[in-house]
């Protein structure tokens, strides 16, 4: 498995498992260890998924040493500040019955993430956290929070895939040490990005899914990436993407595919950062 070094010297796979609206915890369990099984190592999950307890399981049964697995989970916005993040924190652990995280992020920019980031701060020095980071911040909110801080964010996970290719934000958190994890690879399957003539065309030349192109266009960009299926086929075949290498002409063809827009939402729209805000997760 390839990996990557963050900023504070951690070492994170570059391909993982996300569980991002597997919202059945025995399907999200049996997902996991079926992920485990096929050789996934990093796995992705967060406290608004509601499926941490069944991401835990699946790890204690995978007979995996837990130093071999790395675990990240998110900050949701009714937990941020100082105090209330420590106690997240706390649940999300006990949920996931771990006694540390490999990295814990900021899930959105709002609310008090000063407050919680210093408590994520005091954590990672304390060992209970490997890396801390954050989810789909702006470059301008990134660097408030560089020139801010001690500890530089090792990660931002933000919504890349074709038709949202984020060049200049990877850029810019390239030059800042930060390093870029996608979210949503596949674009949830919009703009018919399944069925897209490029994508498909490219495919064939390396005998690979259109699914396999993206994966492999990422990780050779340096981004991370955590595609998520619950489909054993598709788990297994998201994972062969090692053996294959898109050429210099493929990877500047992809970049026509850009819309240089969000196929979700904007996080700088007064009534999505609302919406949001509003949205709260039971204990």
């Known amino acids: 498995m390839q990996t ?7 070492e994170m796979p570059i391909f993982g498992f996300g569980v991002y609206q597997i919202a059945d915890l025995k399907e999200c369990e049996r997902s996991v260890s079926q992920a485990l099984e096929t050789g996934y190592r990093l796995l992705d999950t967060a406290a608004a998924y509601m499926n941490e307890e069944a991401v835990g399981r699946a790890i204690k049964n995978s007979g995996i040493a837990r130093e071999d697995i790395f675990v990240t989970t998110k900050l949701w916005i009714q937990d941020a500040g100082y105090n209330s993040a420590k106690q997240a924190f706390e649940k999300s652990l006990s949920k996931l019955g771990l006694d540390y995280l490999d990295l814990y992020l900021i899930h959105q920019p709002y609310g008090d993430v000063y407050g919680a980031w210093r408590a994520m701060e005091e954590l990672c020095r304390e060992g209970r956290i490997r890396a801390i980071g954050i989810s789909n911040f702006q470059p301008d909110r990134v660097m408030d929070f560089i020139v801010h801080h001690e500890m530089i964010p090792a990660v931002n996970q933000i919504e890349t895939h074709p038709f949202c290719q984020q060049i200049e934000t990877s850029q810019f958190l390239q030059d ?3 390093q870029v994890q996608s979210w949503g690879p596949f674009a949830e399957g919009k703009n018919g990005i399944f069925q897209n003539a490029l994508l498909r ?12 192109v993206i994966l492999r266009w990422l990780i050779q960009r340096n981004i991370a990436v955590i595609p998520k299926s619950v489909n054993k086929e598709r788990i297994v075949e998201n994972f062969q993407v090692f053996d294959f290498e898109l050429s210099a002409e493929e990877m500047e063809s ?30």
């Not at 065309?201 to 396999?212: D, V």
């Not at 240089?260 to 949001?276: E, I």
């Open 254 to 283: 992809i970049k026509t595919l850009d819309q240089n827009t969000s196929s979700f939402l904007d996080h700088r729209d007064p009534a999505t950062v609302k919406w949001l805000s509003n949205a709260k997760i039971k204990s």
């Open 4 to 10: 990557l070094i963050l900023n504070n010297g951690v």
């Open 201 to 212: 065309s490219i495919g064939e030349k390396h005998g690979k899914s259109i699914a396999q």
């Open 176 to 178: 800042n040490q930060v």
